[in-house]
């Protein structure tokens, strides 16, 4: 077989490989998402907005469901709850696998070296049971999704909502760890993960 034919039928599959992920062809309802996510899934432009790039499809689908269920509930802005509610097992699923095959996107945010020293020892004994580094060889089989190099702004969102009980955790031992942070420590988790891998 030629080369050209062999081209050929690698776009004729519809599916290219990224980041040594298979990456489907675009989903249907790819804009449902890129309204704020980003095709590219960096959600460029809104600081609550998450990285979702490079994510784990595992994540993402147990995000979307979650917001689907009401485990998760929408703070702030009800978009979120709105944009997904219409969506099938399947599109959710087919979502999730499109922005799971993207290379991962750094925040490439500025942060605090020391509260990111401190964050790190806080995280090493509260959090690393679960949350790995996003380039870990065991990322996509962690109980919890990645957060370094994740915006600032998104995670304290995120860790308030839990805070508050406006998002379940996955598992008990995350609701007893979240018990042990004060702001001060918030701080320097979040320092910690605005890095990539300090």
């Known amino acids: 077989m030629s080369i050209f034919k062999l081209g050929l039928c690698v776009i004729a599959m519809g599916s290219l490989v990224v980041g040594g992920k298979l990456a489907n062809a675009e989903p249907e309802n790819l804009a449902v998402c890129a309204a704020c996510h980003g095709e590219d899934g960096s959600g460029a432009g809104y600081p609550y907005v998450p990285i979702i790039a490079g994510t784990p499809a595992s994540h993402l689908e147990e995000a979307l469901f979650a917001y689907q269920d009401g485990a998760r509930n929408c703070v702030g802005v009800p978009v979120m709850c709105e944009a997904v509610a219409p969506l099938s097992e399947d599109e959710v699923l087919e979502l999730a696998a499109h922005y799971a095959a993207m290379p991962r996107i750094s925040s490439e945010e500025k942060f605090d070296r020391k509260l990111a020293a401190v964050g790190k020892l806080l995280h ?29 702004a998104y995670l304290r969102l995120a860790l308030g909502a839990y805070m508050t009980g406006d998002r379940e955790t996955l598992v008990p031992i995350m609701a007893d760890k979240l018990r042990e942070l004060d702001q001060g420590k918030i701080e320097a988790l979040i320092n910690y993960y605005a890095s990539w891998d300090q």
């Open 124 to 152: 090493d004994d509260l959090c690393a049971q679960c949350h790995v580094l996003p380039n870990d060889e065991d990322v996509d089989d962690a109980l919890g999704i990645p957060l370094n190099g994740q915006r600032s």
